[in-house]
T-cell receptor
Framework: RKEVEQDPGPFNVPEGATVAFNCTYS??????FFWYRQDCRKEPKLLMSVYSSGNEDGRFTAQLNRASQYISLLIRDSKLSDSATYLC????????????FGSGTRLQVQP | DTEVTQTPKHLVMGMTNKKSLKCEQHMGHRAMYWYKQKAKKPPELMFV???????INESVPSRFSPECPNSSLLNLHLHALQPEDSALYLCASSQPGRSYEQYFGPGTRLTVT
């Protein structure tokens, strides 16, 4: 099993739709999780950090399911500007202080 | 100031050239990172510096040589690269104790001819 797995998409959704991505991870000891967003030909930017069961920030909600070892990102009321690749990030072994990026899920919000 | 800057934005070099990529941050971060990203792939970690000391080298070929002259600067020296080394090279930094919340620079798009 890969350390971090994501559905590559693309997810094509209309404006205003609700969309959810899942990310599964293999390291059951992982304590924190992150979602980064990367626009085409730009750098990744931190979107959300998840340290407990979940986190919510406006239209974005991240939820953690430790039993099934996945985290999800829910985007409500999608905007055209949400079109990007969403990278799930799970820290590697404790002490290494290095990130393992998922392959990313591409979202295209259409007018 | 929450910005990581990288120069140059674009670089074209021949396989016999020597060049350097530069990264700078003024956020007081004490960990800095180099990543390589190929098209349609996620960033791949190359090096990690923690308090100006190299802490992780992800088995990167010696034709890539990192340097951290001080807590704000990170360089990546390039020599005798191969065409397959063409990629976007991203620098990132993070606060002590928050290593997984990284701030990325815009990257240097490198083409090796």
């Amino acid at each position: 099993r890969k350390e971090v797995e994501q559905d590559p998409g693309p997810f094509n959704v209309p404006e205003g739709a609700t969309v959810a991505f899942n990310c599964t991870y293999s390291n059951s000891a992982s304590q924190s999780f992150f979602w980064y967003r990367q626009d085409c030909r730009k750098e990744p930017k931190l979107l959300m950090s998840v340290y407990s069961s979940g986190n919510e920030d406006g239209r974005f909600t991240a939820q953690l399911n430790r039993a099934s070892q996945y985290i999800s990102l829910l985007i409500r009321d999608s905007k055209l500007s949400d079109s990007a690749t969403y990278l799930c990030v799970v820290p590697q072994d404790t002490g290494r202080r290095a990130l393992t990026f998922g392959s990313g899920t591409r979202l295209q919000v259409q007018p | 100031d929450t910005e990581v800057t990288q120069t140059p934005k674009h670089l074209v070099m021949g396989m016999t050239n020597k060049k350097s990529l530069k990264c700078e941050q003024h956020m007081g971060h004490r960990a800095m990172y180099w990543y390589k990203q190929k098209a349609k792939k996620p960033p791949e970690l190359m090096f990690v510096y923690s308090y100006e000391k190299l802490s992780i080298n992800e088995s990167v070929p010696s034709r890539f040589s990192p340097e951290c002259p001080n807590s704000s600067l990170l360089n990546l020296h390039l020599h005798a690269l191969q065409p397959e080394d063409s990629a976007l090279y991203l620098c990132a930094s993070s606060q002590p104790g928050r290593s997984y919340e990284q701030y990325f620079g815009p990257g240097t798009r490198l083409t090796v001819t």
